[in-house]
């Protein structure tokens, strides 16, 4: 993941027209039973002794040997993160004996579509990464293969390996379509250095208080925010907001909405949460002024990584770009504040989906099992990009020592009581998000219609999508 930009154009470019023309040629196979796993011992059987001469003791076979070819592909956000994958797919090769493993990165532009293409030509990876929300919608087509007999065989994995939640939201009807490989809550960072000149509260100081809320960041934003020759050009911005799903989902939990109900089959999108969620989002950009509008054409990681902006909202992603070029000031990273219905933040995640095409189940299986490893999810974990998926206190301490930030610990604080990115086995979220959602709550942020406009009028759009289910 490299940046909120970054991860929301893989979740658009999955979009309902690519989806249902590139899915559709698949023929949408009904889904099979996965292959049992075969590289469990076998049980002997006593070899028969000659009437004549002592009974020889039984020969006990040994377990079949795993072999075949598996490729892999993630997408990496630059050469250094590319290279850790290489790195470990060649000590998984050393490994895994008898089997040939074969890394396949793909770019970012282009990378659901590059999948879409293979999957519906039956040459898709063996094991490929997707974005969490896209999981469910690959899955309905029969295009994945249920691992969950591998996992119920693992000598070294278990469902409990994992977080739970993640996990919860990868099962389905006792199926499960690959394993996780990463999460990262929703966090802010800020320029610890641009508080402390401007006499303000460190922001990890208000959250051990709990007093980092709705009105402490924006009294923050709005000390932060400057236009110190009065020409209205400001020199530094309090905060910067993306304006994508996590972000106006972020406020409207906070505030005590949701998106549906809690069986995912309705829209609920109609309550005065909702709303307040909203303008408070909307007020930031356009009452307050302390984040640059939508469409003003600035970019917020130059103008972080220079020191010209206080906060902003992003996952684990961002750290990598940070190290490298945030120089010169102290930054770090807090919760999200909380809102007037309490703590709400946001757990992405991806997975390692197995493709039902794989030709050598087994020895995908194995490659997975080294692939979702404490040690292999430490190495990608040291870069900065991921935070394990492993619930493993070894994995929790690589990440908590790998500064900066300083405060890594606040990505793990928001996991209890995160909403999990979701993969709803209800509705297409695709087809919900970004052909109706998303575009809907563009207008709000630019003014084109109020967040009471909004809720009057987005459930009649939604609930025939959530009708028609997961299609």
């Known amino acids: 993941m490299a940046t ?32 049992q796993p075969t590289s469990k011992p076998q049980a002997a059987e006593a070899t028969k002794a000659p009437a004549a001469e002592p009974t020889k003791a039984p020969v006990v076979p040994t377990a079949k040997a795993v072999t075949g ?101 990868m099962t389905h009807e006792g199926k499960i379509y690959g394993l996780p490989r990463d999460i990262s809550t929703e966090v802010v960072y800020y320029n610890a250095d641009l508080f402390k000149a401007k006499g303000l509260t460190d922001p990890c100081d208000l959250a051990a208080k709990d007093q980092w809320t709705w009105e402490t960041f ?101 750290v990598p770009g940070l190290r490298k070029q945030a120089k010169g000031f102290t930054w770090n990273v807090v919760e999200m504040p909380k809102g007037p219905a309490g703590k709400a933040t946001f757990l992405f995640w991806g997975p390692y989906a197995v493709a039902k095409s794989t030709k050598n189940p087994d020895a995908t299986w194995k490659v997975l099992e080294q692939l979702c490893s404490v040690e ?42 995160a909403t999990v990115e979701p993969a709803p086995w209800t509705v297409n979220m695709d087809e919900l998000m970004w052909a109706h959602l998303d575009p809907a709550a563009q207008r709000v942020f630019t003014k084109e219609i109020t967040p009471q406009k909004f809720a009057d009028t987005i459930c009649q759009e939604l609930d025939p999508i959530f009708a028609k289910g997961l299609k």
């Not at 979009?15 to 039973?33: D, K």
Request: aromatic share 10%.
């Open 4 to 35: 909120n930009c970054t991860r929301r154009e893989f979740l658009r470019i999955a979009g309902v027209a690519a989806s249902a023309a590139v899915m559709a040629a698949c023929g949408s196979p009904a889904p099979t039973a996965a292959p």
């Open 69 to 169: 070819n598996v490729r892999w592909r993630t997408r990496p956000a630059d050469a250094g993160e590319q290279a850790v994958y290489q790195q470990l797919n060649d000590e998984i090769a050393k490994k895994l004996q008898g089997i040939s493993v074969t890394y396949d990165p793909a770019p970012v532009q282009g990378y659901l579509d590059k999948a879409l293409a293979e999957f519906s030509a039956g040459t898709a990876p063996d094991i490929i990464w997707l974005p969490g929300a896209s999981y469910s919608a690959y899955a309905a087509k029969g295009v994945l293969l249920d691992v969950m007999p591998y996992l119920q065989a693992s000598s070294t994995l278990t469902p409990k390996s994992f977080y739970a939640s993640v996990m919860n939201e």
């Open 218 to 318: 924006l009294s923050s934003a709005q000390a932060l925010t400057t236009d110190e020759n009065k020409d209205g050009v400001n020199d530094t911005w309090g905060c910067s907001i993306t304006v994508w799903w996590a972000t106006y989902w972020y406020f409207i939990l906070a505030a005590g909405g949701n998106l549906w109900n809690k069986e995912r089959t309705k829209c609920t999108l109609n309550t005065p949460e909702v709303v307040k969620g909203m303008q408070f989002m909307c007020d930031l950009f356009h009452t307050h002024k302390v984040a640059p509008a939508p469409g003003a054409q600035i970019d917020a990681a130059a103008l972080f990584n220079t020191g010209k902006l206080g906060m902003l909202f992003s996952g684990r992603w961002s």
């Open 376 to 417: 292999a999810q430490i190495k990608i974990a040291e870069l900065g990009t991921n935070i394990p998926s492993r619930d493993d206190e070894t994995a929790r301490q690589a990440v908590l020592k790998s500064t900066p930030p300083a405060n890594n610990k606040a990505f793990f604080d928001g996991i209890p009581y």
